[in-house]
């Protein structure tokens, strides 16, 4: 039985089919010669006609501006349309005096140059437009601005040069002028702290129909040829390291976004599964019932009193998954996965952190090798979850994760399991001397290997080379908490590629898991405060993602 695709009154009617099958449907191609004749045409007008600018065409090119694109759709900017002569004059002279300060510092040739350039544009254009920007709201409140402080004056700019096609378009010319000291220019404005200006628009009717553009026509430079600025990846004046993993392709990815929106349901009906969904089967190796890996080390760390058990637990915790009757074990046979121990170090701990290494780099040679060998057989099999035995170990993941992210113990020290405040200062106190030890400081990350022979230990090295053997098979790894994603950000730090293969299974109560999950761009599907560790978190994931995958699969299809 078909069904017909459920179509949104408002919005997107499209469906994923349509897009796929005339991806370029959405193009105006009448619009293209004329776009690319405007965008061609386009000048920096120095010399105006005095003739007002009606008011229609005005309203029409301050729109164009205010459809420009801004950053988290905050729309920071404000027109001040400026008509007065005493205004526009006491701003040439501003803009003049700015004019001779910067020759001043220039060399003869270059100065002489500036001296030539005409600033009569704010006295004769009949309107000038100062783009101010709206800074008052914190970036943090503003969706993209967390990142790039800077992104509501690039929205700004961007509102510029609508402006600025819009006048060209009209027959209107466009000289924009930024030599002034902008707290002046505040000041002449009346703008408000917090509010600051892009400089000043000239608008008006051309006395000049330049052919090219005028600082190009007069020598000051020139327009570089496109492939001087264009680069492929990354920046091309150093090498690129050598990647051996892929993410999957573009075309793979949307594929896969194609089929989930042929279900009966709206798009994103699933939240964040939806977004893990589209992901993973876009992968090569998602098909097959799974396995939980369960990495056991121990540590020497413990001799500091950071643990509130004793070592031979991991002896012991570690028995019980070899048997099935772990927490980790029975959490994975109900999700449907393979259990398989791997003793990475029990009884075997080796360098304490504080006054030695880790792990020499012969056995975390060793343990890389076999978790990447391993990753590789079992990513045919399903989704691959992580989990690790050791105690003592939220401390070595705490170390690590200073040591990846640059930051200070304080930030990722957390109680692991069953610890009291002095036992948690004790654990700052270690980590803090590690950090210390490996040269970590803060703003400056460790290198990703160097990090986990140093500061890690079995456990971490084997699941940091699974990881990364995972993916050079397409496979997906799900991850558990602070102790596996901190493997997980080791090896994207090796190949970055790894992240797109990744799974947040969940967000412990581990302080410093958020921070990391956060670089890994992860959202967790589950936010339990778990603490069992053992892969608890990820087996119980794993289940949930199942059951996500068989959900699309049985669910009506509209085509």
């Not at 700019?157 to 060209?168: F, G, S």
């Not at 010319?173 to 892009?198: K, R, S, Y």
């Amino acid at each position: 039985m078909s069904f017909r695709r459920p179509v949104p009154r408002i919005g997107d009617p499209t469906s994923a089919a349509e897009r796929a099958s005339a991806p370029d449907a959405w193009a105006l191609r009448d619009d293209i010669p004329s776009l690319e004749r405007v965008v061609g045409a386009r000048r920096d007008i120095r010399r105006f006609r005095p003739d007002p600018v009606p008011d229609d065409v005005l309203t029409a090119v301050l729109t164009a501006g205010h459809r420009g694109p801004s950053v988290g759709h905050s729309q920071p900017w404000r027109f001040v349309v400026v008509t007065e002569a005493a205004t526009r004059d006491a701003a040439a002279l501003m803009a003049d005096r700015c004019r001779l300060r910067q020759a001043a510092g220039m060399a003869e040739e270059s100065a002489r140059g500036l001296l030539d350039l005409r600033l009569e544009g704010i006295r004769e254009a009949p309107v000038g437009v100062v783009v101010a920007c709206d800074r008052r709201t914190p970036a943090a409140g503003v969706l993209g601005r967390a990142t790039f402080p800077d992104a509501d004056l690039w929205s700004c700019a961007a509102a510029i040069e609508n402006i600025w096609l819009t006048a060209r378009v009209h027959g209107l010319g466009l000289g924009w002028v930024t030599l002034f000291e902008p707290a002046e220019l505040a000041e002449l404005l009346g703008l408000p702290d917090g509010v600051e200006t892009l400089g000043w628009l000239c608008l008006g009717w051309p006395d000049e129909r330049p052919p090219e553009p005028g600082l190009e026509r007069a020598g000051w430079s020139r327009r570089l040829p496109l492939e001087d600025v264009v680069m492929r990846e990354r920046w091309t004046e150093r090498d690129a390291p050598t990647s051996h993993l892929r993410a999957p392709e573009p075309a793979e990815l949307v594929a896969a976004r194609d089929r989930s929106d042929e279900l009966l349901t709206v798009p994103g009906s699933l939240g964040v599964l939806d977004t893990v969904l589209d992901r993973i089967t876009a992968l090569t190796a998602v098909d097959g019932p799974g396995t939980l890996v369960i990495a056991a080390a121990d540590h020497a760390v413990t001799a500091y009193g950071v643990s509130a058990f004793d070592p031979s637990v991991t002896a012991d915790v570690a028995r019980a998954a070899r048997e099935g009757t772990s927490m980790g074990a029975v959490a994975a046979r109900s999700a449907g996965l393979q259990v398989e121990l791997v003793d990475a170090g029990i009884a075997c701990a080796r360098g304490d952190l504080v006054s030695t290494d880790a792990l020499d780099e012969p056995t975390y040679a060793a343990l890389l090798a076999l978790g990447q060998e391993r990753g590789q057989a079992l990513a045919g099999d399903g989704p691959v979850a992580l989990g690790e035995v050791g105690v003592g170990n939220t401390t070595v993941a705490a170390a690590v994760a200073g040591a990846l992210l640059g930051v200070p113990a304080v930030e990722v020290v957390g109680r692991g399991s069953s610890a009291d405040a002095p036992m948690v200062e004790r654990k700052r106190d270690v980590v803090t001397r590690a950090l210390a030890r490996v040269g970590a400081a803060e703003g400056s990350p460790v290198e990703p290997s160097d990090a986990v022979r140093r500061l890690g230990g079995g456990e971490l090295a084997f699941l940091t080379g699974l990881v990364l053997g995972v993916v050079r098979s397409g496979g997906v790894v799900v991850l558990d908490g602070l102790a596996t994603s901190v493997c997980a950000l080791a090896a994207a730090r090796l190949e970055p590629a790894v992240a797109a293969h990744l799974v947040a299974g969940q967000r412990s109560r581990e302080k410093g898991h958020a921070l990391v999950l956060a670089d890994l761009g992860l959202e967790p599907l589950l936010d339990l405060r778990i603490r069992a560790g053992e892969g608890v978190g990820a087996a119980l994931a794993t289940g949930l993602v199942k059951h996500a995958l068989a959900l699309r699969e049985g669910v009506a299809r509209t085509s």
